[in-house]
């Protein structure tokens, strides 16, 4: 070799498969030819090459029937590519070596329109991309190792049927990625500590993961990471797999760290027997930390499905376990309380059932329980009737049935709420239309016993009492009593009554009140109060009982009904018609604790009720008879949909302070999400309910 000069390539030609030759002949092997070292290395016959000694520069293989055996060599340093197989070649067999960081291109880069080509015991270091692959079938890749790329270990795009067993893809941008790929099969793979991604599909269909293994992605990295994701694909299967440490170190509001991504318009995949833990953000972040995601986004407010009770609908509530299943409540002679299933696939409100609370008789308020056994109703009692009177639902049949009710005469319970547990009832009363009371009830569920425990005057008339979900406060909002009115009332489980803990200003009468599923938020509607605003959120600090005021938006005429989606990142409002839209969302921001108009749409005027359902899908609303209807639904979040997460394990999914990080997201009314094991994250679950009782008309989740 002469000073300064690249090292010189040798090829060895062994010919055992040239093309043509029959099985048997006696033609003898080829003898070994070398390659020139200042000129690119084209093999152009089919035959058996293997190297002799480390190589420099670029190998082309434009020729089929070709294995090219590194020998345990290396080629590195090449102008463009290590290995460049040429369009439409097949039957092309490289082996058994190193490719090392050519100047400006891929370890092995596979052209169009080849087929057959296997890549078996290579190691490819500091690419662009490790192994790239386009338009291309029946491609095998085994037990090879993709360290260091820039961007993609293995990448794939418009490639089908073939098969990846056995890899290892580290430190590298993503480990493995398809981009509208079909029926390819990829088995016991490793993607370890890469920045973005272990494995990546995109608008991919009908692939198989068994049994991969993705650990340790994102670390040290400021963007989102992911340990499996995929997009608006369809038949996608993760079976066996797992996802261990999937971390971010960025920290805004919109950044993720998420074990198992679906997103878009992922239709008819599955997450099966896998496994997630240790997806993490920094704590003192607002970036959140998932372990499944079936990522949501909200819609334009389409409108569904209407219906009517015939005179005005004062309140309505979706089940917190059943998917579709609602119940809407008011002002008919009978009848009042009508349940509804929602049929999400022919946009239709099936009436179920309608009970009676008395003729004549209102129904300003009801309630379902925790638990969704227990649907609670209160207003005036009509003939026969009951001012508070509390039913019971067969899961299987969705039909309620009495369980017990209280008549006190000319009291009207303007609102009612369940404590977490289903054992009290907190209702406003007022009787002969002026004296106003707060009444607490218990509930012996064995029995079906109700019993008034005590009442007060909250010195005003009392518009809307909401249990905190997982604190014993309740929230009371009413006209103005000492210049304020809304109050935060602890309720003692020794003495079972209520201690005024704080109190607000609204400016006006607050008519409605929700809480954020972790019990962080309160959110209040009204008259239009100080500074012209109805629309208000507060932070509840649960160790002084107090509220902060964080945000307020003008809705410019009352506003009646308000409600957080189950994710906590918006609020749904409806009331009277004032310049626009009488159906509102909010986006609220944990991290800068604001509310930001997202969507609006014509509802019932007024609108006196809404209700977003658990599952995200759906928003119901209620009110006033307009265009011969009272209620109706409005489509809200989109997911992923009819895709199975089944029997998986997912835990320590650990984040930010502000609650939004999940350990299983995603609706379970578009998709089959049921019999997982899902424990100590920061939260559980999102937009998953769990009840299982093999009757449902959907889908459930354990």
């Not at 090829?11 to 006696?26: E, K, M, T, Y």
């Not at 050519?102 to 190691?123: F, H, L, M, Y």
């Not at 605003?533 to 005429?557: N, W």
């Not at 209700?611 to 809200?636: C, E, K, P, R, Y």
Request: with cysteine; hydrophobic share 35%; charged share 10%.
């Amino acid at each position: 070799m002469k000073d300064c000069r690249l090292t010189v390539a040798f090829l060895v030609l062994v010919a055992l498969c040239i093309a043509g030759r029959l099985p048997g002949s006696n033609q003898e092997a080829v003898a070994p030819q070398a390659i020139d070292e200042f000129s690119p290395s084209v093999i152009t016959e089919s035959g058996h090459y293997k190297l002799s000694t480390d190589a420099v520069g670029t190998i082309t293989i434009s020729a089929s029937c070709v294995t090219f055996d590194l020998n345990g060599y290396c080629i590195a340093n090449g102008t463009t590519h290590g290995i460049v197989i040429n369009n439409n070649a097949s039957q092309v067999i490289v082996r058994n070596g190193v490719i090392s960081s050519p100047i400006s291109g891929n370890g092995i880069e596979i052209a169009s329109g080849c087929d057959g080509v296997t890549v078996r015991n290579i190691r490819t270091a500091q690419c662009a991309i490790g192994l790239n692959v386009s338009s291309s079938n029946g491609i095998i890749v085994e037990n090879s190792s993709f360290i260091g790329s820039a961007n993609e270990g293995v990448k794939l795009t418009s490639c089908s049927r073939c098969s990846i067993s056995g890899c290892k893809s580290l430190q590298n941008a993503t480990g493995f990625s398809f981009d509208q790929c079909t029926d390819n099969n990829i088995y016991d793979c490793l993607a370890v500590n890469n920045s973005f991604a272990g494995y990546s599909l995109a608008t991919a269909s009908r692939n198989l993961f068994l049994g991969c293994k993705s650990l340790q992605i994102g670390s040290g990295s400021a963007t989102d990471s992911y340990g499996f994701i995929t997009e608006d694909g369809t038949c996608n299967s993760f079976d066996c797999c797992r996802t261990e440490g999937t971390v971010t170190t960025a920290t805004a509001i919109t950044n993720v760290a998420i074990g198992f991504a679906l997103k878009g318009a992922e239709s008819c995949s599955s997450i099966i027997s896998s496994s997630v833990c240790g997806t993490q953000t920094p704590s003192g972040g607002s970036s959140a930390a998932y372990g499944v995601r079936l990522e949501e986004s909200l819609s334009a407010l389409g409108v569904l499905a209407f219906n009517t009770l015939g005179a005005t609908a004062y309140t309505c509530q979706w089940h917190p376990k059943i998917c579709g299943f609602c119940t809407v409540a008011g002002a008919p002679t009978n009848n009042q309380i009508r349940s509804y299933l929602f049929d999400q696939k022919n946009n239709t409100l099936q009436a179920l059932q309608g009970l009676s609370h008395g003729s004549g008789g209102i129904i300003y308020s009801l309630d379902w329980s925790d638990d969704g056994n227990y649907l609670a109703c209160s207003g005036t009692s009509g003939s026969g009737g009951y001012d508070l009177r509390v039913y019971r639902l067969d899961l299987c049949t969705k039909l309620l049935s009495v369980v017990n009710g209280l008549n006190y005469g000319s009291v009207t319970i303007q609102a009612i709420s369940w404590s977490p547990d289903g054992n009290y009832l907190v209702g406003a009363a007022q009787l002969f239309g002026f004296l106003n009371f707060l009444v607490r009830f218990s509930f012996n569920k064995t029995t079906g016993t109700l019993a008034l425990l005590g009442t007060q005057n909250p010195g005003a008339t009392v518009q809307v009492v909401e249990f905190a979900p997982n604190d014993w406060v309740v929230a009371v909002g009413s006209t103005t009593t000492g210049g304020n009115q809304l109050f935060i009332y602890e309720f003692d489980l020794l003495t079972e009554a209520l201690t005024l803990r704080d109190s607000q200003a609204h400016g006006a009468t607050v008519r409605g009140a929700a809480w954020s599923w972790d019990g962080r938020y309160l959110a209040v509607v009204g008259d239009s109060g100080t500074g012209g605003f109805d629309t208000r959120v507060y932070e509840f600090d649960s160790s002084t009982k107090t509220l902060t005021l964080r945000d307020s938006q003008a809705h410019g005429a009352t506003v009646y009904g308000i409600d957080w989606s189950s994710c906590g990142r918006y609020v749904v409002t409806g009331g009277a018609t004032s310049g626009g839209n009488n159906i509102r969302v909010y986006s609220f921001d944990r991290s800068t604790k604001t509310l930001s108009l997202a969507a609006s749409q014509v509802g019932a005027s007024p609108t006196r009720s809404a209700s977003w359902s658990v599952a995200g899908n759906d928003i119901l609303v209620a009110g006033d008879v307009t265009s011969g209807a009272t209620h109706g639904v409005f489509s809200a979040l989109t997911f992923p949909s009819n895709n199975t997460i089944m029997q998986n394990k997912i835990s320590c999914v650990a984040g930010n302070s502000i609650g939004t990080s999940v350990g299983l997201s995603g609706s379970n009314c578009s998709n089959l999400i049921k019999n997982n094991h899902v424990y100590g994250n920061d939260r559980n679950y999102c937009f998953v309910s769990n009840v299982v009782d093999g009757c449902a008309l959907c889908t459930y989740a354990s």
